[in-house]
Antibody, heavy 128, light 115 residues
Framework: QVQLQESGPGLVKPSETLSLTCTVSGGSVSSGSYYWSWIRQPPGKGLEWIGYIYYSGSTNYNPSLKSRVTISVDTSKNQFSLKLSSVTAADTAVYYC????????????????????WGQGTMVTVSS | QAVLTQPASLSASPGASASLTCTLRSGINVGTYRIYWYQQKPGSPPQYLLRYKSDSDKQQGSGVPSRFSGSKDASANAGILLISGLQSEDEADYYCMIWHSSAVVFGGGTKLTVL
C-alpha cells in the first residue's frame, strides 16, 4: 500500500528557510490521479493547509502563506518537497504530507477529494 | 468570520450518539459543498472518515464503521458528523474540511470526550 514519509531538520533558526521532503513508497508521485499536499499543525492547535502540487509541477498554495511557500516534485526520486522561507516561531508545527485523489462526477466534472493517506508527520521547531 | 466553524468541545456518554457540527460562513451555501470529516487521536495524523454532499454523493473512508455518518442541516448552513453507539475509542479531535475556490479550508476542530 502507498505510504508517505516526511524527512528534514527538526530545528530551524528564525529568518531561515524550512525544507522538508516527502518520500512516496508503494505508489508513484507521477500518477495523474492525485495531488500531493502539505499540511501543518501547531502544537495544541488545528490543521492548516499549506499547498499542493500535481506531478506536472502545477501548484496551489494557501493565500496566507503563498509569499513564503514553494512546493516542488522530483519524479525521479518519487518525492515532493516543501520550502518555507523567513520562518518565525509561529511556523513551529508538526508538518504532514498527504495524498489527495481526483474523482469525476458528471455534474461537477473532475474534483479533488479527501486527504486519504497521510505521513506520520515531522515536528519542526523554529528557534535560535 | 472563519469559513468553517466547529464547537471547541462536545461530551457524550458511551452508547449514545454524538452530532458534531461544521457551520459554513454566511454567504457560503452548504448545499454546494462536499464536507469532509477527519478523526485525529493524540500523536497520530488525522484519519479520513467520510465525505458528504448529499445522499447520492457521499463516501465512507476505507475501513470506517457505518456508525459514522454524514448529513447536512440546510437551515443552519452546516454539515454534520453523526457518531452512533459511542465507544471510548471515539474520543478524539474531529475536523471538517471543504475545497473552497480550489483551496483547502479546515474547521478549527471539535474535541469529543466520551464519558
Amino acid at each position: 500500500q502507498v505510504q508517505l514519509q516526511e524527512s528534514g531538520p527538526g530545528l530551524v533558526k528564525p529568518s531561515e528557510t524550512l525544507s522538508l521532503t516527502c518520500t512516496v513508497s508503494g505508489g508513484s508521485v507521477s500518477s495523474g490521479s492525485y495531488y500531493w499536499s502539505w499540511i501543518r499543525q501547531p502544537p495544541g492547535k488545528g490543521l492548516e493547509w499549506i499547498g499542493y502540487i500535481y506531478y506536472s509541477g502545477s501548484t496551489n498554495y494557501n493565500p496566507s502563506l503563498k509569499s513564503r511557500v514553494t512546493i516542488s516534485v522530483d519524479t525521479s526520486k518519487n518525492q515532493f518537497s516543501l520550502k518555507l522561507s523567513s520562518v518565525t516561531a509561529a511556523d513551529t508545527a508538526v508538518y504532514y504530507c498527504a495524498r489527495v485523489p481526483f474523482y469525476y462526477d458528471f455534474w461537477s466534472g473532475y474534483y479533488a477529494g479527501a486527504f486519504d493517506i497521510w505521513g506520520q508527520g515531522t515536528m519542526v521547531t523554529v528557534s535560535s | 468570520q472563519a469559513v468553517l466553524t466547529q464547537p471547541a468541545s462536545l461530551s457524550a456518554s458511551p452508547g449514545a450518539s454524538a452530532s458534531l457540527t461544521c457551520t459554513l460562513r454566511s454567504g457560503i451555501n452548504v448545499g454546494t459543498y462536499r464536507i469532509y470529516w477527519y478523526q485525529q487521536k493524540p500523536g497520530s495524523p488525522p484519519q479520513y472518515l467520510l465525505r458528504y454532499k448529499s445522499d447520492s454523493d457521499k463516501q465512507q473512508g476505507s475501513g470506517v464503521p457505518s456508525r459514522f455518518s454524514g448529513s447536512k442541516d440546510a437551515s443552519a448552513n452546516a454539515g454534520i458528523l453523526l457518531i452512533s453507539g459511542l465507544q471510548s475509542e471515539d474520543e478524539a479531535d474531529y475536523y471538517c474540511m471543504i475545497w473552497h475556490s480550489s483551496a483547502v479550508v479546515f474547521g478549527g476542530g471539535t474535541k469529543l470526550t466520551v464519558l
